[in-house]
Each structure stands twice: as C-alpha cells, then as structure tokens.
T-cell receptor, first 117, second 110 residues
Framework: DTAVSQTPKYLVTQMGNDKSIKCEQN?????MYWYKQDSKKFLKIMFSYNNKELIINETVPNRFSPKSPDKAHLNLHINSLELGDSAVYFC????????????????FGEGSRLTVL | SQQGEEDPQALSIQEGENATMNCSYK?????LQWYRQNSGRGLVHLIL?????REKHSGRLRVTLDTSKKSSSLLITASRAADTASYFC??????????FGPGTRLSVLP
C-alpha cells in the first residue's frame, strides 16, 4: 500500500484554467504539507496542516487554496493557472509538527508534475 | 540565500568510493534530516539527527552534526550505482517546518 498517494501524477493544462491535485495518506499522521519543487530541484514549503488546521501558509499567491476535509487528506486547488506555476508539487505527511522534540520524518508522495502551456 | 545549503552541488565518483556531502545552515535548529530523491520520484527519508546528537549511523550512511559550525555532513561509504540520486538536507529553523536546501546531485559511475 502506498503511504502517501497523490493524483494526478501528470497534469498538462492551459493558462487560466483551474486544476486540483489530491493527496491522501494512510499512515495515521496528523500533519500534512504541500511542497513545490522547481526546475532547479529547489523544494519550497507552501502549506502545512495539523489536524486539519492550517499552520503555515508561506508566501503563496491566493490562487492556491488547500483544503483538508480530514486528517488523511490534503488537496490543493489552483485557480487561474500561470506559466510560472509549472513545477512538481509534492504532498508529504509527518507525525507531529516540525521542530518538536518528537518530530518524525516526512513521508513524501511521488509528486504531481504540472505543466502550464 | 537558503537556510540550508548543500555542498557540492554535484559530485561524480566511481563505484566503491566514498561520497561526502555537506550541509550548512544559518539559524538554530532542533532537528536536521537527510533525504534522497531518485530521478522522477518523491523524497525518501534517510536519517534524522537531533541538535543534541553529534553522529548517527544507518547502514552505509554516516551523518555528523556540528551545531557550533551550523553544519552537517552525510557520508556514503562503498558507493553503488544505485546511490545515484539527489541528496537534500532539511532543517527546522525556529522550530517551524522543514526547510530544504537545493541538494547535491550524486552520480556513481560503474
């Protein structure tokens, strides 16, 4: 069973469209994240949710809206897609928030490669 | 500049040799982790080292942490072609979130 699964794996779309990426984890973790990896492999945190509550919202355009219907799911909706949104988006989960004394490792999904034309 | 930066950016070695990658960071941290990413795949956790630890081992991996120098190193001994991947360090500055460096791209030649 895949621990962190995200769909779709590939997404090709036109500028201006709206798209969603879904993420599910079956590890029982209480914290989920979205990261964006650009063409230079630099990985940047976008959002962090703990027990369905938004904890971190880095400097991300409000065209990006995360939604966590329950602790096992964290979806990412993107409105009015732009060329610069092209990247690989990774969902991840962990038990506990980063920085805590019992912080565990991050488990990553396989990524969703978004190409905006 | 990044909170965590790996050095070198790219490293090419022969199978059987050891590979050393370094990570430097700027602010105090509670934990530092190393991850591997194979091409086209997600990141896989390798080792977590806490700020009160100096060294950890896992199989052929050895990680050191020097909080006074704000640096860590990852040593892979007796490298194999399957070790070819990008390696990232992640830190939790101010106890918030894990911030990743730009990674070291390791190529192990057969």
């Amino acid at each position: 069973d895949t621990a962190v699964s995200q769909t779709p794996k590939y997404l090709v779309t036109q500028m201006g469209n709206d798209k969603s990426i879904k993420c599910e984890q079956n590890l029982g973790h209480d914290t989920m994240y979205w990261y964006k990896q650009d063409s230079k492999k630099f990985l940047k945190i976008m959002f962090s949710y703990n027990n369905k509550e938004l904890i971190i919202n880095e400097t991300v355009p409000n065209r990006f809206s995360p939604k966590s219907p329950d602790k096992a799911h964290l979806n990412l909706h993107i409105n009015s897609l732009e060329l610069g949104d092209s990247a690989v988006y990774f969902c991840a989960s962990s038990q506990g928030l980063a920085g805590g004394p019992n912080t565990g490792e991050l488990f990553f999904g396989e990524g969703s490669r978004l190409t905006v034309l | 500049s990044q909170q965590g930066e790996e050095d070198p950016q790219a490293l090419s070695i022969q199978e059987g040799e050891n590979a050393t990658m370094n990570c430097s960071y700027k602010t105090s941290i509670n934990n530092l982790q190393w991850y591997r990413q194979n091409s086209g795949r997600g990141l896989v956790h390798l080792i977590l080292i806490r700020s009160n630890e100096r060294e950890k081992h896992s199989g052929r991996l050895r990680v050191t942490l020097d909080t006074s120098k704000k640096s860590s190193s990852l040593l892979i001994t007796a490298s194999r072609a399957a070790d070819t991947a990008s390696y990232f360090c992640a830190t939790d500055p101010y106890g918030q979130n894990f911030v990743f460096g730009p990674g070291t791209r390791l190529s192990v030649l057969p």
